[in-house]
């Protein structure tokens, strides 16, 4: 049987009451421990089930994962924590958030626009928040219609780059290459999310004089010739915030490097990969961030409607010392300024 509204509320209401209760107990004479017993039981009994649903396996959303966890562990929240991955199937995506909702979950953490999605219309009518992260736009995925006052269930960490970050990565292809012209964009043509990118993308462009060159697919298999009209209509390749492209982001950086193309991401993992240089968020903080809103729901009694979509304030600047290597460049371009190094 589903518990009711009122009761799945109360029992995360009584996550932290009870928590308050033992430690006040603890000061209490000898003759108390008995109540502090019950109140203890009673916790564990209320152990919270949290459903972590990701739609591909890639150290972006990875981190974005394990700095959710680690940030729980930290915030004191001993839930049951079931993890799984939809291997990049979107009907796999919807049958674990079903599942999600049949196990009763208390809340459930949704890793980029897909399973965001099907969290979404899993937990419709239902009393289950969902959190998510790695969301790029999740007004235009029709996540909710109101960031800053989300009106239904779900809220969340988006991954989206600014368009002061946008400009910032064009300057240093300006530096890397004064006499760039193009940039190319291989996109997923499934993933809503990277059309918005692309439109961002190419309003900075204009003001730098650059123009961009997009090459869509919609399948693995269709990059390395995406890759091979890339090369030839651009100078550098940026890298978006794309699912697809992300878990395949070790062959697109090697390829663009035997091409000898720069590559510019607004994510820091893409740089761990073989990319050349970030200019972006640490999708481990998002998690951090997504952590802090779960204990927000479930130990403050916080609703969603009071919790706005969060963005990442962190920007990391990332250089790959191997791809700077083979491209002829060195740890002194001023391109690079204060940049960590990583092979």
Do not use: W
């Amino acid at each position: 049987m589903k518990k009711s509204q009122s009761t799945k509320a109360l029992k995360r209401g009584r996550l932290a009451k009870a928590a308050a209760a033992i430690l006040s107990m603890t000061l209490l004479l000898a003759g108390c421990s008995q109540a502090q017993d019950t109140q203890t039981s009673e916790s564990q009994d209320e152990k919270l089930k949290i459903g972590i649903t990701q739609i591909i396996d890639h150290p972006a959303l990875n981190a974005s994962r394990d700095g959710f966890v680690q940030r729980l562990e930290e915030l004191g929240i001993d839930a049951e924590i079931s993890m799984q991955d939809a291997q990049g199937d979107i009907a796999n995506a919807q049958m674990i958030a079903e599942k999600f909702v049949s196990d009763d979950s208390d809340l459930i953490l949704s890793i980029a626009t897909p399973t965001s999605q099907a969290a979404q219309t899993a937990t419709k009518g239902k009393d289950i928040p969902v959190i998510f992260t790695a969301v790029s736009d999740p007004v235009f995925s029709g996540l909710l219609q109101n960031a800053d006052a989300p009106e239904a269930n779900i809220t969340g960490v988006t991954d989206a780059v600014s368009i002061e970050n946008r400009r910032a990565m064009f300057e240093i292809l300006k530096e890397l290459n004064p006499e760039i012209k193009s940039v190319g964009i291989v996109f997923n043509t499934g993933e809503s999310n990277s059309q918005v990118q692309i439109e961002d993308i190419e309003k900075v462009a204009a003001e730098f004089g650059i123009t961009v060159e997009k090459t869509g697919i919609a399948a693995i298999t269709e990059i390395n010739q995406a890759l091979e009209s890339v090369a030839k209509k651009s100078d550098a390749l940026m890298l978006i915030n794309d699912n697809m492209i992300a878990s395949s982001m070790e062959l697109i950086a090697s390829t663009a490097k035997e091409k000898g193309i720069i590559t510019i991401s607004g994510d820091s993992s893409h740089v761990d990969s073989g990319a050349l240089i970030s200019v972006g968020i640490s999708y481990f903080d998002l998690g951090v961030q997504a952590a802090d809103m779960a204990k927000q729901i479930l130990v403050d009694g916080t609703e969603i409607s009071q919790i706005p979509v969060k963005s990442s304030s962190n920007f990391i600047k990332k250089v790959n010392t191997e791809t700077m290597a083979a491209l002829g460049l060195d740890k002194d371009n001023k391109a690079f300024g204060d940049a960590q190094f990583t092979e």
